[in-house]
């Protein structure tokens, strides 16, 4: 008689999975943005069932209520990634709606009150004034008809009137009014620099009138990133500077700087997008902050004047974002066995309340993959970082003597970072028998500026050699079929995906998630925040043409033999379709098996659920015929061009 407790021997792919991609699509709702308004706690959340909308929650006095009801969607596309799509003081909540980019206004209870005019001004980061009656935002002005927006810092009066305060830098994040409303403090910096290479801190007195006076810089250069200026509750301004090669906690007093706690950690993240916060004063002699060790997160409380740091317990391995305040600490974190949750913390205690879910309902935890950290060789004697998922599905079980297939994934940025918290979309493989390498390859955030900076002038060789050489070690480890190793990557990832099968001979098949195929071609259509990216990247302007062309998968198609399919958002202005198409085009003329999926109404990221539902599945047909596993009827059929029956 059959135990029909003892798992199923099945070919891995063909595993019968729990997780499907509606269960994906439906369960991940994205968290974000969180904000502390004396007993409230504001957040974010997306909705993929109403096309990717997001939309403004509030926790008060144990309910939850909706603030900004379809059809608003808090969001800004302020260096085309947007963040800090709203402020809230004193129950008054400011937003911006992306469809049209105008500030709106919320009262307590009232309808959204429109406040700005203009759809060609976008706004990101605001600060409350009230005793000017205004907001201090950063604003990007796309009416000039200028190839490029102008960035300047400017106030936002609650009627409306608009005043520029400081302008003349290429970009602008983080304006910061001291407690007593007399000191404005911001960020600064110009091309062809990104905000993780060098950004200025600058402080000024704010006049009787409302203007900037004796503006200086107090910390910052060509080659040291700063993040989130704050000031503590006495008025002292508190940053995070890489300046020892880690992004570590300093205080700016009496015209000195001083490091609060020196540690091969890293107390802040890379500039992405507006908003970000891993630290917050619980007063002004303590600070609850997030650090990042290896890619995983802890928090601690920090003493600013005995600079002793005291780890606080909890179940989180990342930590997106906290805020603090006297009374609570809130933050987004998650786990391998949590999915990302909005949580409030005691400090005194550990003990949490978990106000909000990213998945709702999780599945059996038998039919999650847990991952493993490990680190690695790579080439020319470097160390290399991922997150290996074995598969996992308490059904079923390899056949006898089978290595799963792996999936290895390059990460998008390519300054981010993989972390280990749980993601149904990653699930949603291991459950069907493939393991996955989540890389963290030279160049990621979290490991220091000197791990960051590996990948200056190296952008599609060292990213691509760590994801080769992860394969590699788990194939000789005998923890994967060297036959069937798969490659996947979204935007910079995509780079890498493309860069590895025309360069290397590893990878048996590729996904490309509105990759980049052509560097030359992505300069050309750049916006504004990436548009010098590449001097760092690959080369500067002088020297690019000849590297562009060496490091371009596009150039290089009569090396790819290896099956790929494409996915590409029809509104992407962060990596046009042209890229994809162009690529798609030239291993359709050379007779390799390709498959190209276009989804109208998406951009850099797809946000609704029929596209994630729609691109899953395909992605995962596409490896089944590739691999000649049988796919079951459920799924959709997926032209995939000179691929034989």
């Given at each position: 008689?059959?135990?029909?407790?003892?798992?199923?021997?099945?070919?891995?792919?063909?595993?019968?999975?729990?997780?499907?991609?509606?269960?994906?699509?439906?369960?991940?709702?994205?968290?974000?943005?969180?904000?502390?308004?004396?007993?409230?706690?504001?957040?974010?959340?997306?909705?993929?069932?109403?096309?990717?909308?997001?939309?403004?929650?509030?926790?008060?006095?144990?309910?939850?209520?909706?603030?900004?009801?379809?059809?608003?969607?808090?969001?800004?596309?302020?260096?085309?990634?947007?963040?800090?799509?709203?402020?809230?003081?004193?129950?008054?909540?400011?937003?911006?709606?992306?469809?049209?980019?105008?500030?709106?206004?919320?009262?307590?209870?009232?309808?959204?009150?429109?406040?700005?005019?203009?759809?060609?001004?976008?706004?990101?980061?605001?600060?409350?004034?009230?005793?000017?009656?205004?907001?201090?935002?950063?604003?990007?002005?796309?009416?000039?008809?200028?190839?490029?927006?102008?960035?300047?810092?400017?106030?936002?009066?609650?009627?409306?009137?608009?005043?520029?305060?400081?302008?003349?830098?290429?970009?602008?994040?983080?304006?910061?009014?001291?407690?007593?409303?007399?000191?404005?403090?911001?960020?600064?910096?110009?091309?062809?620099?990104?905000?993780?290479?060098?950004?200025?801190?600058?402080?000024?007195?704010?006049?009787?009138?409302?203007?900037?006076?004796?503006?200086?810089?107090?910390?910052?250069?060509?080659?040291?990133?700063?993040?989130?200026?704050?000031?503590?509750?006495?008025?002292?301004?508190?940053?995070?500077?890489?300046?020892?090669?880690?992004?570590?906690?300093?205080?700016?007093?009496?015209?000195?700087?001083?490091?609060?706690?020196?540690?091969?950690?890293?107390?802040?993240?890379?500039?992405?997008?507006?908003?970000?916060?891993?630290?917050?004063?619980?007063?002004?002699?303590?600070?609850?902050?997030?650090?990042?060790?290896?890619?995983?997160?802890?928090?601690a409380r920090l003493s600013t004047r005995g600079c002793t740091l005291t780890p606080i317990d909890t179940p989180y391995q990342e930590?997106?974002?906290?805020?603090?305040?006297?009374?609570?600490?809130?933050?987004?974190?998650?786990?391998?066995?949590?999915?990302?949750?909005?949580?409030?913390?005691?400090?005194?205690?550990?003990?949490?309340?978990?106000?909000?879910r990213s998945i709702e309902t999780l599945p059996d935890e038998a039919y999650l993959s847990v991952p493993r950290s490990i680190r690695?060789?790579?080439?020319?004697?470097?160390?290399?970082?991922?997150?290996?998922?074995?598969?996992?599905?308490?059904?079923?079980?390899?056949?006898?003597?089978?290595?799963?297939?792996?999936?290895?994934?390059?990460?998008?940025?390519?300054?981010?970072?993989?972390?280990?918290?749980?993601?149904?979309?990653?699930?949603?493989?291991?459950?069907?028998?493939?393991?996955?390498?989540?890389?963290?390859?030279?160049?990621?955030?979290?490991?220091?500026?000197?791990?960051?900076?590996?990948?200056?002038?190296?952008?599609?060789?060292?990213?691509?050699?760590?994801?080769?050489?992860?394969?590699?070690?788990?194939?000789?480890?005998?923890?994967?079929?060297?036959?069937?190793?798969?490659?996947?990557?979204?935007?910079?990832?995509?780079?890498?995906?493309?860069?590895?099968?025309?360069?290397?001979?590893?990878?048996?098949?590729?996904?490309?998630?509105?990759?980049?195929?052509?560097?030359?071609?992505?300069?050309?259509?750049?916006?504004?925040?990436?548009?010098?990216?590449?001097?760092?990247?690959?080369?500067?302007?002088?020297?690019?043409?000849?590297?562009?062309?060496?490091?371009?998968?596009?150039?290089?198609?009569?090396?790819?033999?290896?099956?790929?399919?494409?996915?590409?958002?029809?509104?992407?202005?962060?990596?046009?379709?042209?890229?994809?198409?162009?690529?798609?085009?030239?291993?359709?003329?050379?007779?390799?098996?390709?498959?190209?999926?276009?989804?109208?109404?998406?951009?850099?990221?797809?946000?609704?659920?029929?596209?994630?539902?729609?691109?899953?599945?395909?992605?995962?047909?596409?490896?089944?015929?590739?691999?000649?596993?049988?796919?079951?009827p459920a799924l959709p059929e997926v032209e995939i061009e000179n691929l034989a029956a």
């Open positions: 008689m059959t135990d029909p407790h003892r798992p199923q021997a099945a070919p891995c792919g063909t595993w019968t999975s729990p997780i499907s991609a509606a269960v994906v699509a439906a369960g991940a709702m994205p968290l974000s943005q969180l904000a502390l308004d004396g007993d409230d706690v504001l957040w974010l959340a997306g909705r993929a069932s109403e096309a990717g909308r997001t939309t403004l929650l509030r926790r008060r006095a144990g309910s939850q209520a909706e603030l900004t009801p379809a059809p608003f969607n808090v969001r800004n596309r302020v260096h085309e990634y947007g963040g800090g799509a709203y402020a809230v003081d004193g129950g008054t909540v400011w937003f911006s709606h992306h469809a049209d980019n105008r500030l709106y206004r919320v009262e307590d209870g009232a309808e959204p009150v429109l406040m700005t005019k203009e759809e060609a001004v976008r706004y990101a980061d605001f600060v409350p004034d009230r005793a000017r009656q205004r907001l201090v935002a950063v604003r990007e002005d796309h009416l000039a008809g200028e190839a490029h927006p102008v960035n300047t810092i400017c106030a936002v009066g609650f009627d409306g009137s608009e005043t520029i305060l400081v302008d003349g830098n290429d970009f602008y994040a983080a304006p910061r009014l001291s407690p007593d409303g007399r000191h404005l403090a911001w960020l600064c910096w110009d091309h062809p620099r990104m905000p993780w290479q060098g950004t200025e801190l600058w402080v000024a007195d704010v006049a009787a009138d409302g203007s900037l006076v004796d503006g200086r810089m107090v910390a910052g250069g060509m080659d040291e990133s700063i993040c989130q200026p704050e000031w503590s509750p006495d008025g002292l301004l508190h940053f995070v500077s890489d300046r020892s090669g880690w992004w570590n906690l300093y205080r700016f007093e009496h015209g000195v700087v001083h490091a609060l706690c020196p540690r091969e950690a890293e107390f802040g993240g890379p500039h992405w997008v507006f908003g970000g916060s891993m630290y917050g004063f619980r007063s002004a002699d303590e600070i609850v902050c997030t650090y990042i060790e290896e890619g995983v997160s802890r928090l930590i997106r974002e906290l805020r603090v305040s006297a009374g609570k600490v809130a933050l987004l974190a998650g786990s391998p066995t949590i999915a990302l949750e909005l949580a409030l913390v005691d400090v005194e205690t550990g003990a949490r309340e978990v106000l909000a690695y060789p790579s080439a020319n004697g470097r160390t290399a970082y991922a997150f290996h998922y074995a598969p996992t599905n308490k059904d079923y079980a390899p056949d006898d003597g089978e290595l799963p297939p792996l999936i290895v994934i390059g990460h998008g940025g390519p300054t981010g970072m993989a972390t280990s918290t749980l993601k149904l979309a990653t699930q949603f493989w291991t459950s069907r028998g493939f393991a996955v390498l989540d890389v963290n390859y030279g160049g990621s955030t979290g490991f220091g500026r000197h791990y960051r900076d590996l990948l200056r002038g190296q952008w599609g060789v060292i990213d691509v050699e760590d994801c080769v050489a992860g394969a590699r070690h788990l194939a000789e480890q005998g923890l994967a079929d060297p036959e069937r190793l798969l490659i996947r990557g979204s935007s910079a990832g995509g780079l890498t995906t493309l860069s590895a099968l025309a360069f290397h001979d590893v990878f048996k098949a590729g996904a490309s998630y509105y990759g980049v195929s052509d560097l030359a071609g992505l300069d050309a259509d750049s916006h504004k925040f990436e548009s010098h990216y590449n001097e760092y990247l690959i080369a500067p302007k002088a020297q690019a043409a000849a590297v562009y062309r060496q490091r371009s998968p596009i150039h290089h198609t009569a090396s790819l033999t290896r099956p790929m399919i494409f996915f590409q958002g029809l509104d992407d202005k962060v990596v046009p379709p042209q890229q994809s198409e162009a690529m798609v085009e030239a291993l359709r003329a050379r007779g390799v098996p390709v498959a190209y999926i276009t989804l109208e109404g998406e951009g850099h990221g797809f946000r609704k659920a029929d596209s994630v539902v729609r691109t899953l599945e395909a992605e995962l047909v596409f490896y089944l015929r590739v691999f000649g596993i049988p796919v079951p």
